[in-house]
């Protein structure tokens, strides 16, 4: 073709031109940026878990107001709550080790 040249202008390689500035710092930039995934995630997974627990606190609310027996329901929700308590307790130690 007329006017074309197929010779590389700069005195760069091709093999060097691709990327060279990503892969000084593409662990450090992945790292974090896994890292931020992971907060966010938690943070979007702690909303939709504390929707979700306040629904079935509810719904188990009565259940117990229909199954229990009127003079065991203060022991029946002391019991209930800390289980909930100590569930919930275990699911936030385990997130924030992953994220340690």
């Not at 929707?51 to 203060?74: E, K, L, N």
């Not at 019991?79 to 924030?96: I, R, W």
């Amino acid at each position: 073709m007329v006017g074309v040249s197929t010779e590389p202008t700069s005195d760069a390689t091709p093999e060097e031109d691709v990327g060279d500035a990503d892969v000084s710092d593409g662990g450090v930039l992945d790292s974090d940026l896994r890292r931020y995934l992971q907060i966010g995630g938690l943070g979007l997974a702690s909303l939709f878990a504390l929707v979700s627990a306040v629904g079935f606190y509810r719904s188990a609310r009565r259940a117990i107001d229909v199954w229990v027996a009127r003079q065991y329901q203060p022991a029946f929700d002391a019991g209930f709550n800390l289980v909930v308590l100590l569930a919930m307790l275990a699911v936030v130690v385990a997130l924030l080790r992953r994220l340690e």
